[in-house]
């Protein structure tokens, strides 16, 4: 069962992957192929499992106070472009293209 | 034409009042220097992990028990996926599967026809109450065509309060949002000021036909102050009502209420339906409540929250308060939802009532009429009255005790306004207020006006 042009199109849109060729999209059926196997196991009235140390998995509780913070100039020298000391970003999300107006290997499928 | 039955439901964001942020130690503080409260995780920066604050889960806790919500003793964190500039791990850390509190009921007042005199109880159901994490904030500078992010924020606690759609118009839903800000500040797990951003309010929207299926709904957001969603609501009911008489179609969309305007507007920014690929946070395990029945033996009690030990130290809701006011004091129903509508006027009321020997029935009138409408003719909060509940106190001792008219408090009252210093003795003695007690001497008075109005006195005594 192959996976459509309109489901690779969506995967491309949310995830910002690019399958590229025809080869990025045989390895993600693959991957999908290999990972279906997991439905042959019937689980049926199982819990799902959150971890394998089970319920010696503890979620650790901090104190409320406060221990960070005040490094400004260390993480904008990330920062590939900054104003005063604000993140510079573009306007808003620059949603990709429509399949029909972009150039993708995906319009010929 | 058919009736129309509109359908309101809403989404509430209130920020967790805590010193430090939901799973990391930076500072929670409205008002920062830029990127000044941003910690290693915050940023987002790789190898960085969640750390659960305790705090937060209390607060979330007190809050599902004040809003009769079954605890999960055993909740999950999910990553919630999204791209934008403000949430620097493109995805939020939620609950979307498990959350920590769920089916409660908030029960609130409204006014009929506008007249305090007749109010009635009505009650939402409460769907959840989630765990989450809130964005940074972005500014759009469109002159030079960026956005400028601030990541203070990220990262702050919040609980989201889903209210089912059991109202049905913008007054209802004030009153709810109005009564929840009022508990989550009695219970003091979130300060719930909505123009600080500590309480964001987006509502959901749809009309149908009685019999019908619930219509299309519309999500409406950018709602800045508990009038505005009066408004809001008010609005997008018309405007789909509108919409459909006249033929047309309600779209799934989320629209943004635009305040100078009085109208909502479709949002900029959403493209279509999100997918928002929900998945287990994997860096979490589950978080584990206990009560007095499971709590285990040897652990840690700084690591253990017993939902029992929160329970009973519970303050007195604002029902609750209300109600022992009405019992206490023999006002109004009424009377006690203003007083405990203005923020220190019960105090205020209580402790005049403590000072002076005026029944209640009576201290409430010059607090709900009399101080309260001064205090609102000049946009002052009750600490900022220059009125103390001493010097009341001590102007309704003289009222009381005869030594002054009603007429004449009034006056004094007036005078105390201006906040000069003067008693209410004194400026009684300036004003040579005092009632009279001297027979002879009113007898005097009495009769010098007769003397004086000859005319109006014959024409009262030929009827």
């Known amino acids: 069962q192959k996976v459509s042009v309109e489901v690779l199109d969506h995967l491309e849109h949310l995830a910002l992957v690019d399958f590229r060729d025809s080869e990025g999209v045989e390895r993600l059926q693959k991957a999908i192929q290999f990972a279906d196997q997991l439905q042959e196991v019937n689980t049926d009235g199982v819990e799902p499992m959150d971890s394998v140390l089970e319920d010696r998995w503890c979620l650790y509780l901090r104190e409320d106070d406060v221990t960070e913070g005040n490094c400004t100039k260390e993480l904008l020298e990330n920062a590939r472009e900054k104003l005063e000391e604000y993140f510079v970003a573009p306007p808003g999300n620059i949603p990709l293209p429509k399949l029909e107006e972009r150039e993708t290997f995906l319009q010929g499928c | ?463």
Request: net charge negative.
């Open chain 2, 1 to 463: 034409l058919a009736p129309w039955i509109p359908v309101v439901g809403l989404e509430i964001h209130a920020q967790i009042s805590s010193n430090s942020k939901l799973f990391s130690g930076s500072q929670v503080q409205f008002a920062a220097p830029p990127n000044s409260l941003v910690s290693f995780f915050d940023a987002s920066l790789p190898g960085t992990l969640p750390v659960l604050n305790r705090r937060c889960v209390e607060a979330a806790v007190m809050t599902g028990l004040a809003l009769n919500c079954s605890i999960n003793k055993k909740s999950l964190f999910d990553r919630k996926h999204y791209f934008y500039a403000d949430l620097p791990a493109g995805y939020q850390i939620t609950q979307q599967r498990v959350p920590i509190a769920v089916n409660g009921s908030l029960s609130y007042s409204l006014c009929i026809d506008n007249r305090m005199s007749q109010m009635v109880t009505k009650t939402v159901r409460i769907k959840q109450i989630q765990l989450e994490q809130d964005s940074g904030k972005s500014l759009h500078d469109d002159t030079r065509c960026q956005t400028l992010v601030d990541l203070n924020r990220a990262g702050v606690g919040l609980m989201e309060v889903v209210m089912e759609p059991d109202m049905c118009c913008g007054e209802e839903a004030a009153a709810a949002v109005r009564e929840l800000q009022l508990i989550l500040q009695t219970l003091g797990s979130s300060q719930a000021v909505m123009a600080e951003g500590q309480l964001r309010v987006d509502a959901n929207v749809s009309v149908h036909h009685p019999g019908e299926p619930y219509g299309v709904r519309t999500e409406v957001k950018n709602i800045n102050s508990i009038r505005f969603l009066a408004k809001a609501v008010d609005y997008e009911i018309q405007r789909q009502i509108e919409e459909l008489e006249n033929g047309g179609t309600i779209l799934n969309e989320t629209r943004a209420f635009d305040s100078k305007l009085g109208c909502t507007v479709p949002m900029r920014d959403k493209e279509g339906k999100q997918d928002y690929r929900f998945m287990p946070e994997p860096n979490l395990p589950p978080l584990i409540l206990y009560d007095t029945k499971s709590l285990p033996a040897n652990m840690n009690h700084q690591q253990v929250i017993n939902i029992d030990w929160i329970q009973e130290r519970l303050p007195d809701l604002p029902s609750v308060k209300r109600e022992k006011l009405v019992e206490q004091y023999g006002i109004l129903p009424e009377h006690s939802f203003t007083l405990l509508n203005e923020d220190g006027l019960a105090e205020f009321f209580e402790s005049v009532v403590k000072q002076t020997q005026m029944k209640p029935k009576k201290v409430i009138g010059w607090i709900l009429n009399d101080l309260l409408s001064y205090l609102k003719q000049h946009s002052l909060t009750v600490k900022e009255s220059p009125v103390s509940s001493i010097l009341l106190a001590d102007l309704l001792n003289l009222l009381e005790k005869k030594e002054i008219s009603s007429t004449a408090a009034k006056r004094v009252l007036a005078e105390l306004w201006k906040g000069e210093g003067k008693t209410p003795l004194e400026i009684v003695k300036e004003q040579k207020l005092e009632l009279l007690q001297d027979q002879k001497e009113l007898e005097q008075i009495c009769q010098a006006v007769i003397d004086g109005q000859e005319n109006e006195v014959i024409m009262m005594v030929l009827g």
